[in-house]
């Protein structure tokens, strides 16, 4: 590995420099990002944290308040002497986002205000079937709606985006394969932003990336610039930051980890492939093993109940957990070897699955990940749970407003 | 994927924006690696691929034609009336650097000039054993002083780093693990600067990464954002480009892609798991299935008169390329379908086991990666050949000469 050599990096060409107007941007969206991850800030705490003088972050600041975006107020409990510096707090009540997660068996819709906090939410079943795209859109809308007829008259909303279970490509969003929502070449974020009519465009992105960065931004990777959340649901998917940055690759479609083959000649996936990592770890493969495939179970409560019965005791479960804990170590080792991370994360029903199959998945990683990969790498289990696809969508959906908080708040309240 | 949500990128602050010493120095390193790239160039290409007005170009380059670095002439031909743009050229006689290459079988160090020219090298057959660090330092940094000695006296050496087949530790440079080399824990780096007397510090890097470096700056793959190289030796190695950076992973170990399982339970691999890609398709996996194992053939001309012998026809060495083929064509469709690159390049001993298997690869590929991320997949063979590792050593070597220009000749030629 080579630290420091980043040929197209430096092929950049510093004209000028960036202008006083750059630079006010760029600052206002990270002083308004630092509150936005890291909650209420005294003013003297975002002075020391971005190196910038008192009198800028009075100004930032003081321009982001006229916004309404954040506002400051005296501190609670100093215990200190001398005047209290003003904490500056995200008007999360005022400012916020809607946030969509389409995924096999679930939908949900939440208003997230800035800040991160889920303000109101809407969750349905949803039923295994081919993706109806007016009919999914519909819905998803008329909570929005529903939503939103119960804020208040100065509330503005400045995003949404959505997290579906399937490819997305760059560019376009639409989802262009999704073989656990039967979806194919769909145009999800179009119809999504015309039914709900906000005259905001809907970002989309697959669910498992999308948590990858909430759990980065929030959730048991912050400040981990290397990291593999793996999620699992129906399928397997993945989301994988490398450097910091997330790996989408050429066309969008980067951490397909689940159509990895682990078992040539196994399970056949839903890809048409054999013996992917989806195929031997995912719902089905456990089920089956479980003997409790067919009967109507399906889903997280299905999988919960295997993994409550190999706790029990149940013999047959926990031979179940093995073999899918073996198969899964596979491919996390396999991973671990090719990405080198500092953490990997298991989310989804892989929680429950890892929690069930540690010892299983710990042994085979001994055997294939190579030492110098294994020896300081963290395994551990997602810290935003089922929420953790719903937060990524809501932090798509604030990407813009950071990126540019004045010109974005001036378009939607326009 | 999402294309446009960096969160830790943003967090850095812009303090009160880059000063004119900063923007001079990105600038004029920026200049020179546009020479040392893309070779001579004229003053007017110069002002319109970077950007800047013709007094800025002129500044920058008086400056380093001051230094050393380049020199203006008058182009050759122009065809067109009016005054001839000046074209710059990087001083490649005179600004090099020492690039070595440490292989299981091979050793090569090379004087490489500014713009890449290999001006003199020297190579000595490695004989497969313990990796013997001050003999092989010594042997090294004596084939660096016979080329010096015939220099002239003007020339100035900027920089030293070397590639070696095995996994280096992310800021120190020492060799951590490398089964092929039989080397662990070496501080090659450190010894091979201190025999070479230079005062130079010897940057070391794993050689698949560097040859990926290679091919991206100057290979098959320049402005290929997302590209897989894959290094075949006695072993396989990665080396992963993902949104225009080099993968390296949390300690410097990323890329290991021989060793992710591709055949649960095959044959055993020099890293202590079984059925690794570097198993399934190395040389000695080859060879054995060829029946060529034994009898002292190995290395890169064994592999050739494999490939050779299945050629004219040779059944038992087409079925082993078959073999191997299909395994690689699996190790190449789970990379594919977990980064989703736009190109995979085969190199070392992989370029000839790739051509004689391309049938075999991409049946696999269709069978395993997912169409989507396979339909506009480009794959190819290294354009730099075996000069691939040693160029991206140059390159490694290059990168602090090409960060600060001026700093950096001030430093060697003070």
Redesign the interface.
């Given at each position: 590995?080579?630290?420091?050599?980043?040929?197209?990096?430096?092929?950049?060409?510093?004209?000028?420099?960036?202008s006083?107007e750059?630079?006010r941007r760029?600052?206002l969206?990270?002083l308004l990002?630092h509150v936005h991850?890291g909650g209420p800030t005294s003013r003297a705490e975002l002075t020391s944290k971005?190196?910038?003088n008192r009198s800028t972050i009075m100004a930032l600041t003081s321009d982001l308040t006229a916004a309404g975006l954040v506002r400051e107020e005296l501190p609670r409990e100093t215990g200190r002497a001398g005047r209290p510096s003003l904490v500056v707090r995200p008007e999360s009540s005022r400012v916020y986002v809607f946030a969509f997660d389409v995924g096999p068996d679930r939908l949900a819709v939440a208003r997230v205000g800035l800040g991160g906090t889920i303000l109101d939410r809407r969750e349905a079943v949803r039923r295994r079937g081919p993706f109806e795209l007016e009919e999914l859109a519909g819905m998803l809308a008329g909570f929005a709606r529903q939503m939103r007829r119960k804020t208040r008259a100065d509330t503005v909303c400045v995003g949404a985006a959505a997290a579906v279970s399937g490819?997305?490509?760059?560019?376009d969003g639409v989802i262009?394969?999704g073989p656990n929502l039967q979806a194919e070449e769909i145009p999800f974020g179009e119809e999504l932003g015309r039914r709900l009519g906000l005259g905001l465009p809907v970002?989309v992105?697959?669910d498992a990336?999308?948590a990858a960065?909430a759990e980065?931004?929030r959730g048991v990777g912050v400040a981990v610039?290397?990291l593999i959340y793996l999620h699992g649901d129906v399928g397997i998917g993945?989301g994988?930051i490398?450097?910091?940055?997330?790996?989408?690759?050429?066309?969008?479609?980067?951490?397909?980890?689940g159509?990895?083959?682990?078992?040539?000649g196994g399970r056949v996936c839903g890809?048409g492939?054999r013996g992917c990592l989806e195929a031997e770890v995912g719902e089905r493969a456990l089920l089956e093993a479980a003997g409790k495939l067919g009967g109507g179970q399906h889903g997280r409560d299905a999988v919960r109940a295997v993994v409550d019965a190999a706790d029990r005791g149940d013999i047959v479960a926990q031979e179940a957990l093995k073999r899918v804990g073996d198969w899964l170590g596979?491919g996390v080792?396999?991973?671990v070897?090719?990405?080198?991370?500092?953490m990997v994360i298991f989310g989804g029903m892989l929680r429950e699955i890892y929690l069930g199959s540690a010892a299983q998945v710990r042994s085979r990683m001994a055997?294939?990940a190579?030492?110098?990969?294994r020896e300081?790498l963290r395994l551990r289990t997602s810290a935003l749970a089922d929420d953790a696809t719903l937060v990524g969508a809501a932090?798509?959906a604030f990407?813009h407003v950071?990126?540019d908080p004045l010109e974005v708040l001036a378009r939607v309240t326009g």
């Open positions: 590995m080579i630290s420091d050599f980043h040929p197209r990096k430096d092929n950049q060409t510093m004209r000028a420099g960036p006083q750059d630079i760029h600052n969206g990270a990002r991850l971005m190196g910038l490819g997305v490509r760059k560019g262009r394969f970002s992105g697959n990336n999308l960065l980065h931004s610039r290397d993945g994988i490398a450097g910091g940055h997330l790996l989408g690759g050429h066309e969008g479609y980067g951490g397909e980890v159509h990895m083959v682990v078992n040539p890809c492939s596979l080792a396999n991973l070897n090719i990405f080198n991370p500092e055997l294939h190579m030492a110098p990969q300081r932090e798509l990407a950071l990126a």
